[in-house]
T-cell receptor
Framework: EDQVTQSPEALRLQEGESSSLNCSYTVSGLRGLFWYRQDPGKGPEFLFTLYSAGEEKEKERLKATLTKKESFLHITAPKPEDSATYLCAVRPGSSGSARQLTFGSGTQLTVLP | GAVVSQHPSRVICKSGTSVKIECRSLDFQATTMFWYRQFPKQSLMLMATSNEGSKATYEQGVEKDKFLINHASLTLSTLTVTSAHPEDSSFYIC????????????FGPGTRLLVL
């Protein structure tokens, strides 16, 4: 069974204090690992897709990396506006057809000014 | 990135009435859309997968007669909550997947349903 575990559940940082969020996964044939950001009362906002171990992607203060067992979302010098819940999801591959995403429970990030 | 809209954003209804939620992919075509439900402080729970021109596939435990899904075009899927009850009150989020290439899922802004 596909499984995604995110840690920590909650993280409080001071503005400018860099850190990383973890997403560990077990999946039958990874066909994409996705990071989303969700603000309270809103739908998730797409951030990154990673496909293979060693791949990295960056967007402003965020950088996502991928290994065969986990992904990290690094936040460099965060600002209060980076406060949100960050969700990780995997798409398993099966017989060449895409399947639904399996989501982790998320990491709630709070950046204090 | 691609844009997905949802309407209405908030709805309050009386118990026993039906509510329809629309999900549109504004700048891309989506043969596959998804409907999720989210409870406070919890992650997304997939309710059903909607395929254009065919019947939706429901997840285990989701009543297909209560949550009617129609995907009549490549840009529109609707979720109708029939005979709504207070326990149906929740945050409903749709998602549309791009075709080919990365097949990324983009999410709508969500619909807050309150059943009195």
């Amino acid at each position: 069974e596909d499984q995604v575990t995110q840690s920590p559940e909650a993280l409080r940082l001071q503005e400018g204090e860099s850190s990383s969020l973890n997403c560990s996964y077990t999946v039958s044939g990874l066909r994409g690992l996705f990071w989303y950001r969700q603000d309270p009362g809103k739908g998730p906002e797409f951030l990154f897709t990673l496909y293979s171990a060693g791949e990295e992607k960056e967007k402003e203060r965020l950088k996502a990396t991928l290994t065969k067992k986990e992904s990290f979302l690094h936040i460099t010098a965060p600002k209060p506006e980076d406060s949100a819940t960050y969700l990780c999801a995997v798409r398993p591959g099966s017989s060449g057809s895409a399947r639904q995403l399996t989501f982790g429970s998320g990491t709630q990030l709070t950046v204090l000014p | 990135g691609a844009v997905v809209s949802q309407h209405p954003s908030r709805v309050i209804c009386k118990s026993g009435t039906s509510v329809k939620i629309e999900c549109r992919s504004l700048d891309f075509q989506a043969t596959t859309m998804f409907w999720y439900r989210q409870f406070p402080k919890q992650s997304l729970m997939l309710m059903a997968t909607s395929n254009e021109g065919s019947k939706a596939t429901y997840e285990q435990g989701v009543e297909k007669d209560k949550f009617l899904i129609n995907h009549a075009s490549l840009t529109l899927s609707t979720l109708t909550v029939t005979s709504a009850h207070p326990e149906d009150s929740s945050f409903y989020i749709c998602s549309a997947r791009t075709q080919g290439g990365t097949e990324t899922q983009y999410f709508g802004p969500g619909t807050r349903l309150l059943v009195l």
